[in-house]
């Protein structure tokens, strides 16, 4: 190995102690910390991260990379190390780009924004919140400028949150899904509708707690390199492929939504789990394509979770921690855990009105960017799309447009990767069954480990070093289409509502 190989190793693992202690402490802020621990943990994180951000932008490492970079030095670089020092000399050069002052500005005016949107869906509100959304979109356009001046605003967006990915494409995909949905969604809500009275009633949080427990391990999650808190809202945090953290919250009178976030979680788990643990700590593990990762908890939180077999071999299990399932019979629990709503929340939603509540948020961030839409029009434009796709109107915009924190810091673009997850996995299925043969039968096998086997191999252990379009292309074989979301749904609920 070359003397500066060997200096960006030393670099980054001393890089990486200063992110392992502000990732630790961030994550005891969300799950354990008591309230009055707050301000010495904050000052703590706020001292260690800072450490990260100079020494991720400081001209020693700068000249490691650039010396890298060299012809004859870069020639003598593995595959993995060729993707490592190309990725962060990008990085160095779009950060550049970005004034300090405007970067500070920019940071402020999205936690006062952050703030503002709070206390207006609150006050169910709209008008607190558009004179900070009006800013955080000019703010945003012109970070773009900086970042990328050669792309368009709303292209360049995209591309921050799942890289190759344009509103050309985009377009494509969403419009063959839309032109589709709207009238199955319209067909299965006027179908008569499952009884879901037979699910209320208390269910114990410590079973819940030993219920998630059984479906990670069912899944796959290695409870070796991985383990469990509680937040208000689940997320997924991988310090690296040997510690990987899944967080659940749980009610006591509802039992599915927890089963539905472990698995989901579970799902973006156990991609961070099976990365060649060779890219720990460099960016070749830093998966920063949202698209990507959505499509692999969505595929076992939908494609698979929401199968009837994936219970078959657990759901004796399910009844003896949660007695009150006695009383429910798997076809009945299997056409809930499906049951279509026309609801207003998009995180409440099932998979099929999940798409529209996207496709309603990828409209509006383009009449936004390429139409020029004033911010005091939105609300009135949400509702619109809201009755033509789902036949509903919410009485208020914090049921409507404030429902979400997406744009409030200025995550314009992000949406559109839930549902290109989902996309995804259409495209994953097929491909899937071609090799694996039919994926019912393995699954009520009990054969499920086989399924994450396969994710493993084809797309988990690469890591961030192959681009979404890639990704599809070398596991699909084809370019990305939403037909095979469109025809999963047709046939599914086709069956399930007897259309
Ligand atoms: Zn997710």
């Keep these: 190995m070359s003397d500066t190989l060997q200096e960006l ?20 802020m969300r799950t354990i910390m008591p309230k009055n621990g707050f301000e010495k943990h904050a000052q703590a994180s706020t001292f260690f991260s800072t450490e990260v951000f100079k020494m991720s932008t400081s001209d020693k490492l700068e000249k490691i990379i650039d010396e890298l970079m060299k012809p004859e030095e870069y020639e003598k670089l593995d595959d993995m190390w060729k993707y490592v020092v190309k990725k962060m000399k990008k990085e160095f050069v779009l950060d550049k780009r970005i004034p300090t002052d405007f970067y500070e500005e ?18 169910k509100d709209f008008s607190i919140f558009a004179p900070h959304l009006e800013k955080m979109i000019e703010y945003t356009k012109k970070m773009m400028q900086y970042r990328e ?17 344009d509103s050309e494409t985009i377009d494509r995909l969403f419009t063959e899904l839309k032109n589709e949905l709207v009238p199955l969604v319209k067909k299965i809500i006027a179908a008569p509708q499952p009884d879901d009275s037979k699910f209320e009633g208390k269910y114990d949080i410590n079973a819940q707690r030993q219920v998630q427990k ?3 391990e069912y899944i796959g999650f290695d409870f070796d390199s991985g383990t469990v808190g509680e937040t208000e809202h689940p997320f997924t945090m991988g310090f690296s492929s040997k510690d990987v953290r899944v967080t659940n919250h749980f009610y006591e009178n509802e039992s599915i939504n927890a089963m539905f976030s472990a698995i989901h979680e579970g799902g973006h788990a156990i991609f961070e789990q099976n990365i060649n643990p060779d890219y720990d700590g460099t960016v070749a593990a ?13 595929f076992y939180e939908n494609i698979l979770g929401r199968n009837k077999n994936f219970w078959i071999p657990i759901y004796d299990k399910i009844v003896e921690l949660l007695p009150k399932y006695k009383e429910i019979s798997l076809d009945e629990f299997y056409k809930e855990i499906n049951h279509v709503r026309n609801s207003f929340i998009r995180t409440e939603a099932d998979e099929v009105t999940y798409c529209l509540h996207i496709i309603i948020r990828y409209e509006i961030e383009k009449a936004i960017f ?5 911010v005091d029009k939105l609300p009135e434009l949400w509702n619109k799309k809201m009755e033509e796709y789902l036949g509903i109107v919410p009485e208020n915009d914090a049921e409507g447009i404030l429902q979400d924190m ?6 314009f673009g992000y949406f559109p990767t839930y549902l290109l997850g989902s996309i995804y996995d259409g495209m994953f299925l097929d491909t899937m069954r071609e090799e694996l043969g039919d994926i019912d039968k393995l699954l009520a096998d009990g054969q499920i ?12 252990k690469y890591g961030a070093t192959r681009r979404p379009k890639e990704i599809i292309k070398a596991v699909c074989g084809k370019e990305v289409s939403a037909e095979p979301l469109m025809r999963y749904f047709t046939e599914k609920y086709t069956k399930i509502y007897e259309l």
Excluded at 107 to 123: F, G, I, P, R
Excluded at 149 to 165: F, R, S, T, V
Excluded at 370 to 374: I, L, T
Excluded at 449 to 460: A, D, Q
């Design 286 to 298: 830093s998966l920063d394509f949202m698209g990507i990762h959505e499509s692999q908890s969505r």
């Design 449 to 460: 480990k086989k399924i994450t086997k396969w994710l493993n191999e084809k797309i988990h």
């Design 214 to 216: 059984l479906l990670l």
């Design 106 to 123: 920019y940071v402020q005016a999205s936690t006062e924004s952050e703030a503002a949107w709070e206390e207006a869906k609150n006050a």
């Design 406 to 411: 997406h744009w409030s810091d200025g995550s």
């Design 370 to 374: 390429r139409e020029g839409v004033s």
């Design 9 to 28: 190793k030393d670099y980054l693992d001393q890089m990486n102690i200063y992110g392992r202690a502000a990732e630790l402490l961030f994550w005891d």
């Design 149 to 165: 001046p050669d792309k368009e605003i709303y292209d360049a967006l995209l591309n921050q949150y799942e890289e190759g990915m």
